[in-house]
């Protein structure tokens, strides 16, 4: 079966690495343009700082960086595009490319909540792709979440039936979540940061519409009562999340514990490449789960950062406290936006 032509739009970022990473030998998708800043036009992809673990990937190592440019895009036919744009340069050049024909997986914000744009991870909300009908171009815009929103609707994907009332979170998120440079070593060495600049809105907001309902072309918000509060700590990848629910009616350890443990990913994503096999790990260890030995969880190879831990359960009446882990630039970044492409591609939509 042919490919689809894709290109990485931001490609030198840490996101855009990943990108590169998880579209080396895809069996979807074929990597025909890399997209950058104009001080990098022209340059080979080698060239590039290596930003994650193993660095550039040979097979595409002889790259030209392209423009950020939809023209360009166009010329090269690409069929799909994986933003890695921050949000400001995203507001444009993602809307251009939607209105030629590009269908963009953005790891960007600046569409999120936007009634007719879905906030996707397959899991939790698959249905919400359908939203895509609803935007007036030939192309389309899917986003992945923030990424401390991901790992926390993942979490509470065996819960949600139980009936949710009230969250009650506190993220503590790895500096990698800041992008590169990120920030000073005068700033967060020995110390905690106790706020991170629009991320506990995005929580909210993103977090009660990605568990929302599909209905008649429009998303139906969660009605949750959801508090948060995001600390930025000097961990390099993965955010930890202490999650407080509380649900409509009183549950047994037991319950809660079934749930988790037996949780299967839905059929429309099982076996998508970049799907792992148990995309939720239970620990029961009282000190897990750690980013140190937890944040690359996920079976096959592919998947690796692509499933979540969680542990520190305990149950109370109608409330559930655990700990969650997650990959915040696998899972929450650029593995996600490739999932989403993934079952956009099972669904013909490509």
């Known amino acids: 079966m042919k490919k689809v032509r894709c290109a990485v739009l931001g490609a030198t970022g840490v996101v855009g690495q990943n990108f590169l990473r998880l579209l080396v030998a895809h069996p979807n998708f074929e990597l025909v343009a890399i997209c950058a800043s104009d001080v990098r036009v022209g340059l080979k992809l080698a060239s590039a700082k290596e930003q994650v673990d193993g660095g550039i990937p040979i097979e595409f190592a002889d790259l030209v960086f ?42 960007a ?21 359908a939203l895509v009908r609803e935007q007036d171009t030939p192309g389309f815009i899917v ?22 009332r009230k969250l009650v979170i506190a993220s503590y998120q790895a500096i990698s979540g800041a992008g590169y440079p990120g920030l000073s070593a005068l700033d967060i060495l020995g110390n905690v940061i106790p706020y991170i600049s629009n991320e506990e809105v995005k929580l909210r907001q993103e977090c009660t ?4 309902a599909l209905r008649g072309g429009a998303i139906a918000a969660a009605d949750w009562e959801v508090h948060a509060h995001c600390i930025r700590v000097g961990t390099l990848i ?27 990913t839905p059929q429309p994503i099982a076996g998508l490449p970049t799907s792992p ?12 789960p750690q980013p140190r030995y937890d944040v690359m969880l996920g079976t096959p190879p592919r998947t690796r950062g692509m ?15 655990f700990v969650t882990l997650s990959n915040n630039l696998i899972r929450g970044a650029a593995g996600g936006s490739v999932l989403n492409a993934e079952l956009a591609h099972r669904q013909g939509m490509l």
């Open 66 to 107: 392209d423009p950020i440019d939809v023209d360009v895009l166009a010329a090269k036919q690409v069929q799909v595009a994986f933003s890695a744009l921050p949000a400001d340069v995203a507001k444009e050049v993602e809307k251009e490319a939607a209105r030629r024909g590009i269908k963009v997986f953005s790891n």
């Open 109 to 129: 914000g600046a569409y999120r909540m936007e009634k007719d744009v879905p906030i996707l991870i397959p899991e939790v909300n698959h249905a919400h792709l």
């Open 143 to 164: 986003t992945n979440a923030n990424c401390t929103a991901t790992g926390l609707a993942m979490a509470l994907l065996p819960i949600i039936p139980f009936g949710i």
């Open 209 to 212: 519409k990605i568990c929302g």
């Open 238 to 264: 993965g955010h930890l999340i202490s999650v407080h629910v509380e649900l409509q009616s009183e549950i047994s350890l037991q319950e809660v514990q079934d749930a988790i443990m037996h949780y299967q």
């Open 277 to 288: 096999d148990v995309p939720i790990y239970y620990l029961e260890q009282v000190d897990r």
């Open 307 to 321: 499933a979540i831990a969680i542990g520190r359960l305990e149950v109370a009446r109608n409330v559930i406290r």
